[in-house]
Nanobody, 126 residues
Framework: QVQLVESGGGLVQAGGSLRLSCAAS????????MGWFRQAPGKEREFVAA????????DYSDSVKGRFTISRDNAKNTVYLQMNSLKPEDTAVYYC???????????????????WGQGTQVTVSS
């Protein structure tokens, strides 16, 4: 099992940047493909970005492509989400998620992720 703890959320003006971190417990972090999802008030949780176990493959939703970057440091058991050019519509609770899998690919499917963090609030003011 793995426990995930997000940090780095906060309040930022439109056009600003934030870097989210997700620290994982356990010794097998490199066996997990990881993802970031977000949920705005009154909306379903949606896919934001994903990264493969090795970090060699990444995937982004169209709404964040070119502005957000997902990365991981398996030595530090941490996955990151660098968010630039933030917009008010990026306001949401951001969750990291982990899926233990032998696949070398990423996943956008929420139900494929077995472990979730508690979430961190990101608020972008206009």
């Amino acid at each position: 099992q793995v426990q995930l703890v997000e940090s780095g959320g906060g309040l930022v003006q439109a056009g600003g940047s934030l870097r989210l971190s997700c620290a994982a417990s356990g010794r097998t972090f490199s066996n997990y493909r990881m993802g970031w999802f977000r949920q705005a008030p009154g909306k379903e949780r949606e896919f934001v970005a994903a990264i493969s176990r090795s970090g060699g493959t990444t995937d982004y939703s169209d709404s964040v492509k070119g502005r957000f970057t997902i990365s991981r440091d398996n030595a530090k058991n941490t996955v990151y989400l660098q968010m630039n050019s933030l917009k008010p519509e990026d306001t949401a609770v951001y969750y990291c998620a982990g899926d233990i899998s032998r696949s070398i690919y990423t996943s956008r499917r929420r139900n494929e992720y077995d472990y979730w963090g508690q979430g961190t609030q990101v608020t972008v003011s206009s």
